[in-house]
């Protein structure tokens, strides 16, 4: 197939745009920097500059693709989470640039459309699964997420086929978070938000990246795109010690987080997502099961 990708020079489309590559597509990617377009080159990809809010320059960009898939955000960093501007420019990529995207991709005849989401829309079940079928909770700061589903749902009314991915929490080499979680870690310190009980919907970002490309070919629709074992806050908390090799001396904000209310919602949810759909559809699997495997695998990839 012919791909266009857009955030395909972010942590997850870094994974995105090789795993397609490697699948066989053809890869056009938007690059908004001459070293931006340097890497997507060496990944094999051929890198093109147009704006995201550009609905002529995008459908001319993407005529003769058989697919779209939109990864742009600009999501603010967990030590962001709390300033309300922060989340500005990610909700305007996500209501504004998604609503082109969708515009540009249907006056292309582009016949897919694959629209990055996140599993943290999901009520609180405490440790009930979660399909796709549990309604979302509109909570403030999702507000760009949902505007994005709601474009990708638009395509599909259209006549095109739509996939939105909820990936999970992403972590991994590459994730400014997961970075930051093992630097503390290794200082005694273990970063665990939320009650020790609740669950958090993770996905590293390779196993992410390597869903983009399985889900060119699923029937339209909304799937979750998380590791097959989501851990409870105390798990996770204990896998990243394990792998950071270091005992916590101090577990932070744990409960506390609650504190911060809508803000910090998304992590402080108890979230036992299953991915169980997603695998049916496709072959994908993840290399990391759970956060065990994955914190100890970007805990050694970091060391290295
Ligand atoms: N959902 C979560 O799990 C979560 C939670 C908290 C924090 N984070 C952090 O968010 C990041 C998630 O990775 P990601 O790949 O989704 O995000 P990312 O690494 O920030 O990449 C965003 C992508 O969107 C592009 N982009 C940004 N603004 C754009 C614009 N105005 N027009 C066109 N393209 C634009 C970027 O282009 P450029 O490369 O040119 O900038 C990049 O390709 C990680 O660093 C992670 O630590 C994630």
Redesign the pocket.
Known sequence: MKVFV????????SHAVPALVRAGHSVTA?A??PE?AATLRAQGATPVTVS?FDRAGLAKEFTGHDAVVN?????P??TQFLRASAWRETTR?RTK?SATVVDAALDAGVGRLVQES?AMLYPDRGDRWIDESVPVDPYPIARGNLAAEASARRFTEAGGGGVVLR?G??YGPG????EQMLGLARHHVCTAIGPPGSYTPLIHMADAGAAVAHALDVPAGTYNVVDDEPLTTRDSAAALETAAGARAWLRVPGKAALLFGNRVASLTRSLRVSNARFRDATAWAPRYPSAREGWAATASALRG
């Open positions: 857009t955030g395909g020079t972010g942590a997850v489309g938007l908004r920097t931006k995201l990864l742009a955000t600009a999501q960093s967990i990529i640039g996140v990936f929490l992403f994730a400014r978070h997961s």
